[in-house]
């Protein structure tokens, strides 16, 4: 899977991308990603990115032909010609009306190459799914993270400013996507938070190809629901629910000792205590998820009894 991000502040991804999974995942070119200066596509000496809003107002816009030019050189023609075409690549966007040149050959790109990752140009282009970080936009989830995860190329246009101009949106985005209900001064943090949750998803990423299924907001997947005998079939199942709490040695710490139940090696009971520990933390953090999420008779019987507790 290869990730495109466009930005104004290209040195930003150098850290991301130098640690932890995301680090390893490029070194093995399980994902590659290419950051884009979009002052690399401006053609005025001050290398002017913004302008006022017309209508007036606070701030400033990210204009549209350099966005417009950069989006060109990784073969992304507006969404009107891309759905004509079988390959975002082949098809090259018809002169006039958009106040910029759009037969602009692929320029030699801006693109940040942290050591020990793959950034590559882009010489080839799968369809890609073209997307802006937007405050404005549909709330990424995980689910949203694994609808990411199966395309083959992601393109993230990171706005900064007051935002982009709306036409760059209307024309070549496929999706207004938002982090959460708060706005941040710039796309970056948000195209960071979507490569770092849709990575992981990709095989081989996590050295345990199950654990991403298995995490907060799992798929709620009647598997991992508890059977008929009361015990989860799964060690760990989160099945639409927040994850379970985890510990690890010592087994005292703080004045707190590890619950019994996850020291007596009864792995029927550990399975009991984690499905209900779930159950505790999401009807407590995040009530909203239980209506989403596969629950057994088992399940609704535990979630009476947990809130008669709190009654
Ligand atoms: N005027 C915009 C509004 O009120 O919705 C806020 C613009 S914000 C200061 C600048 C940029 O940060 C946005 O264009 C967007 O790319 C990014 N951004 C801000 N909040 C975001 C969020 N919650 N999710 C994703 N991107 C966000």
């Known amino acids: 899977m290869r990730f495109e ?6 040195g930003f991804f150098a850290s991301i991308f130098d640690n932890g999974i995301l680090r390893r995942a490029l070194a093995e070119e399980l994902v590659t990603v290419g950051v884009h200066d979009l002052r690399a596509f401006t053609h005025d000496r001050h290398r002017t990115v913004d302008d006022r809003p017309f209508g007036g107002g606070e701030g400033m816009v990210l204009k549209p032909e350099p966005l417009a030019e950069v989006l060109a050189s990784l073969g992304i023609a507006p969404k009107a010609e891309r759905q004509e075409g079988p390959q975002a690549a082949e098809s090259i966007p018809s002169e006039g009306g958009g106040g910029f040149n759009p037969r602009i050959k692929p320029q ?3 693109a940040l190459a942290p050591e020990g990752s793959s950034l590559q140009e882009s010489s080839f282009a799968p369809r890609p799914r073209v997307i802006l970080l937007s405050a404005q936009g549909r709330p990424f989830t995980q689910a949203l993270a694994r609808e990411l995860a199966a395309e083959e190329r992601v393109v993230l246009v990171c706005g900064r400013y007051e935002g982009v101009d709306e036409r760059i949106n209307q024309l070549y985005c496929d999706m207004e996507l938002s982090i959460g209900d708060y706005v941040l001064s710039g796309g970056e943090l948000a195209a960071a938070v979507v ?3 849709t990575m992981r998803l990709l095989p081989g990423v996590l050295g345990n190809e199950a654990s991403s299924e298995f995490e907060s907001f799992g798929v709620a997947d009647a598997e991992i629901a508890v059977a008929e005998d009361g015990v989860p079939r799964s060690q760990h199942g989160a099945g639409g629910l ?3 709490p985890h510990y690890t040695r010592p087994a005292e710490f703080g004045g707190l000792r590890v619950p019994e139940t996850l020291l007596n090696g009864d792995h029927s009971e550990i399975r009991r205590w984690r499905r209900e ?8 953090n995040r009530p909203d998820l239980l209506e989403g999420a596969t629950l057994s008779k088992e399940d609704r ?11």
């Open 5 to 10: 991000i466009v930005t104004i502040f290209p």
């Open 242 to 244: 927040l994850d379970y």
């Open 195 to 197: 490569i770092d949750a």
């Open 277 to 284: 520990q779930q159950l505790r933390k999401t009807l407590a």
């Open 108 to 110: 030699s790109i801006g």
């Open 301 to 311: 019987r535990l979630l009476e009894a947990i809130r008669d507790e709190t009654e």
